[in-house]
C-alpha cells in the first residue's frame, strides 16, 4: 500500500489521505468483520464525531457486492428519522467502499436488563423506527440488539440495512436471511411469509431481552427452538419484575398465528405503551411530524460479520461472529 505524508509529516496510507482530502481523520477501530470495519472519525464539515464503515470489495463474496450492498446503500442513503441510523455519503476508494454514518457513543442493546420504565421508552422508539420503515415499503430483515445502537443522548438507532429491502403490501416472501436468533418460526421452517412480519417477530425478542436480558428461546439447537416457539414456551425469570402488561405484549408479538400475530399499529395501543391524554397529544403531533413518507422514494424489484447472543443464566452472552445466520436473501 502507497503511502502520503500528513499535516504532522507522519506517513499515513492512501484511504486516509483520501479521507483526510474529503475532511475525515480517522480514529479508533469499532468493530470489524470478515471483509468490513468499522471506525470512528472526526468530520471537519460537520463538526462532529461520525462512523466510518470501510467495506472491502475484493475480501466480499459476489451476491453482496452485486445484490446486497447497491441495496443497502440505496436505502441507508434515504432515511431521514430520528431513531434511524442517518447516512451522510458514500464513495468509493482503491476498490473500497467507504460509508460514513452517524456516531452512537453509547453502544447497543447488549447492556443487560434495562429497568421496565425504561424499556418502555426505548421501545416507543424502536417502534417508531420500524413503523417508518413498513410506511416506505422497506423492511429491514436483521433486526437484533446488536444492529439496535444508542447515541450519546440514548436514544434507539436502527442500523445497518445489509439485508434490508423494498416490498409491496401483500408481497409474500420466500427468501430467508438474518439471526437464527430472531427468525420466526414460519422463515427458520421455511415457509412463504408476509415479508413485514420479518420484522415484528425480532421486536418482540429485542423487547424481551431489553427486559430480561436473556434470549427468549435458546438457538443452539434450532429445531428445539422452532418446537418451543411453536409450543409458545416463553418463559420469564421470576427474579425479574416484569409487568403483566408488558409480557402480555411479548406474547402477542411472538404469536405463531401469523394472522394473530400483532401489527405495529396494535402494539401503539397495547396497554404497556399508553401514556397520558397529554403525554399523547404531544406524542400524536410529534409523531407525524416525524414518520412523513421519504419524498420521490423510488421502488426497485423486491428481491456482515456481528455477534449474537445466548441464553445463559439470566445474562446476554457474546457469541462474536459465531451466530448461525440465514442468508439465502
Same mark, same amino acid.
Given at each position: 500500500?502507497?503511502?502520503? =505524508?500528513?499535516?504532522?509529516?507522519?506517513?499515513?496510507?492512501?484511504?486516509?489521505?483520501?479521507?483526510?482530502?474529503?475532511? !475525515?481523520?480517522?480514529?479508533?477501530?469499532?468493530? %470489524?468483520?470478515?471483509?468490513?470495519? &468499522?471506525?470512528?472519525?472526526? $468530520?471537519?464539515?460537520?463538526?462532529?464525531?461520525?462512523?466510518?464503515?470501510?467495506?472491502?470489495?475484493?475480501?466480499?463474496?459476489?451476491?453482496?457486492?452485486?445484490?446486497?450492498?447497491?441495496?443497502?446503500?440505496?436505502?441507508?442513503?434515504?432515511?431521514?428519522?430520528?431513531?434511524?441510523?442517518?447516512? #451522510? @455519503?458514500?464513495?468509493?476508494?482503491?476498490?473500497?467502499?467507504?460509508?460514513?454514518? @452517524?456516531?452512537?457513543?453509547?453502544?447497543?442493546?447488549?447492556?443487560? /436488563?434495562?429497568?421496565?420504565?425504561? *424499556?418502555?421508552?426505548?421501545?416507543? @422508539?424502536?417502534? $417508531?423506527?420500524?413503523?417508518?420503515? +413498513?410506511?416506505?415499503?422497506?423492511?429491514?430483515?436483521?433486526?437484533?440488539?446488536?444492529?439496535?445502537?444508542?447515541?450519546?443522548?440514548?436514544?434507539?438507532?436502527?442500523?445497518?440495512?445489509?439485508?434490508?429491502?423494498? #416490498?409491496?403490501?401483500?408481497?409474500?416472501?420466500?427468501? #430467508?436471511?438474518?439471526?437464527? /436468533?430472531?427468525? =420466526?418460526?414460519?422463515?427458520?421452517?421455511?415457509?412463504? !411469509?408476509?415479508?413485514?412480519?420479518?420484522?415484528?417477530?425480532?421486536?418482540? &425478542?429485542?423487547?424481551?431481552?431489553?427486559?430480561? *436480558?436473556?434470549?427468549?428461546?435458546?438457538?443452539?439447537?434450532?429445531?428445539?427452538?422452532?418446537?418451543?416457539?411453536?409450543?409458545?414456551?416463553?418463559? #420469564?425469570?421470576?427474579?425479574?419484575?416484569?409487568?403483566?402488561?408488558?409480557?402480555?405484549?411479548? +406474547?402477542?408479538?411472538?404469536?405463531?398465528?401469523?394472522?394473530?400475530?400483532?401489527?405495529?399499529?396494535?402494539?401503539?395501543? +397495547?396497554?404497556?405503551?399508553?401514556?397520558?391524554?397529554?403525554?399523547?397529544?404531544?406524542?400524536?403531533?410529534?409523531?407525524?411530524?416525524?414518520?412523513?413518507?421519504?419524498?420521490?422514494?423510488?421502488?426497485?424489484?423486491?428481491?456482515?460479520?456481528?455477534?449474537?447472543?445466548?441464553? $445463559? *443464566?439470566?445474562?446476554?452472552?457474546?457469541?462474536? +461472529?459465531? %451466530?448461525?445466520?440465514?442468508?439465502?436473501?
Amino acid at each position: 500500500m502507497s503511502r502520503c =505524508a500528513g499535516k504532522d509529516g507522519i506517513l499515513i496510507s492512501d484511504e486516509e489521505c483520501e479521507l483526510r482530502q474529503r475532511g !475525515y481523520v480517522l480514529g479508533s477501530l469499532l468493530g %470489524e468483520g470478515s471483509y468490513a470495519k &468499522v471506525k470512528s472519525a472526526h $468530520s471537519d464539515k460537520l463538526q462532529k464525531r461520525v462512523a466510518v464503515k470501510i467495506i472491502n470489495k475484493k475480501k466480499a463474496p459476489k451476491d453482496f457486492r452485486e445484490k446486497f450492498l447497491p441495496r443497502e446503500l440505496d436505502i441507508a442513503s434515504k432515511l431521514d428519522h430520528p431513531n434511524t441510523i442517518k447516512m #451522510f @455519503e458514500y464513495f468509493e476508494f482503491h476498490n473500497k467502499v467507504f460509508i460514513i454514518m @452517524e456516531y452512537c457513543g453509547h453502544g447497543d442493546l447488549l447492556e443487560g /436488563a434495562l429497568p421496565e420504565d425504561v *424499556a418502555k421508552e426505548k421501545f416507543k @422508539e424502536l417502534v $417508531s423506527a420500524i413503523d417508518y420503515l +413498513h410506511k416506505n415499503k422497506i423492511v429491514h430483515r436483521d433486526l437484533k440488539c446488536e444492529n439496535v445502537l444508542l447515541d450519546k443522548q440514548n436514544r434507539i438507532k436502527v442500523s445497518d440495512y445489509g439485508f434490508s429491502r423494498y #416490498f409491496n403490501p401483500g408481497d409474500i416472501s420466500k427468501t #430467508f436471511c438474518g439471526s437464527a /436468533a430472531y427468525a =420466526a418460526p414460519e422463515i427458520l421452517q421455511g415457509t412463504p !411469509y408476509h415479508v413485514p412480519l420479518h420484522d415484528i417477530w425480532s421486536m418482540g &425478542v429485542v423487547l424481551y431481552i431489553m427486559v430480561c *436480558a436473556s434470549m427468549p428461546y435458546d438457538d443452539s439447537n434450532i429445531k428445539k427452538m422452532v418446537k418451543d416457539q411453536l409450543e409458545r414456551k416463553v418463559a #420469564f425469570s421470576k427474579t425479574k419484575n416484569i409487568s403483566d402488561n408488558c409480557k402480555d405484549l411479548i +406474547h402477542k408479538i411472538l404469536e405463531v398465528n401469523v394472522k394473530k400475530r400483532l401489527p405495529i399499529t396494535s402494539m401503539l395501543e +397495547h396497554p404497556w405503551l399508553q401514556v397520558s391524554s397529554h403525554e399523547k397529544k404531544l406524542d400524536r403531533h410529534d409523531h407525524s411530524q416525524r414518520l412523513g413518507l421519504l419524498p420521490n422514494l423510488a421502488e426497485p424489484n423486491p428481491g456482515s460479520s456481528s455477534k449474537t447472543q445466548k441464553k $445463559s *443464566a439470566g445474562k446476554v452472552v457474546n457469541k462474536s +461472529h459465531g %451466530e448461525q445466520v440465514i442468508q439465502q436473501c
